[in-house]
């Protein structure tokens, strides 16, 4: 038995115990001698189970920390871009996750093409050129995908 039948004849068994809790009891006429109805109803269910979906739906994860290259293991938001790139807003920058290596941007002091603050909250798309805006702690960044520069737009209370 795999773990995926396991876990359903487990969720099958508290769903049962959960109904004798309330005390709901199936109709005489369903009932038969020695559990065998419930027996039958548990490899009925079983067996649609198994094979209700294909084995190439399962979902794999794979776990990245800063020992990986993200600037902290704190993730405020994470957005994926049209390319399929993952970006993660941490309290440390902004991640840009390429699905080989990790590029991380972060506020510099005097420098206007940088972040506002390196404590990102949010991720947009522009929908009509696909750059990003990024929300943080200070204010609203916009980051051009062509330069890999960012441009201030709004800080906290002002428009910039």
């Not at 969720?11 to 001698?33: D, E, G, P, Q």
């Not at 510099?108 to 940088?114: A, G, W």
């Not at 916009?142 to 960012?150: A, C, L, V």
């Amino acid at each position: 038995m795999n773990e995926k039948q396991l876990a359903f004849l487990q969720a099958v068994f508290v769903y049962f115990i959960n109904l004798k809790m309330l005390n709901l009891t199936i109709h005489n006429s369903l009932k038969c001698k020695n559990g065998a109805f419930l027996f039958a109803f548990l490899i009925l269910l079983i067996s649609v189970q198994t094979f209700a979906q294909p084995e190439d739906h399962y979902f794999y994860f794979n776990h990245y920390t800063n020992n990986d290259g993200l600037s902290s293991n704190r993730i405020n938001c994470i957005y994926e871009d049209e390319e399929g790139f993952m970006w993660f807003g941490t309290d440390d920058g902004l991640n840009l996750y390429n699905g080989v290596e990790t590029t991380t941007f972060k506020h510099r002091d005097k420098d206007l093409t940088s972040l506002f603050n390196h404590d990102v909250q949010c991720i947009a798309s522009d929908p009509v050129t696909g750059n990003l805006w990024i929300g943080t702690r200070s204010g609203v960044s916009y980051f051009d995908k062509s330069t890999y520069k960012f441009s201030r737009k709004f800080q906290t209370g002002l428009l910039v």
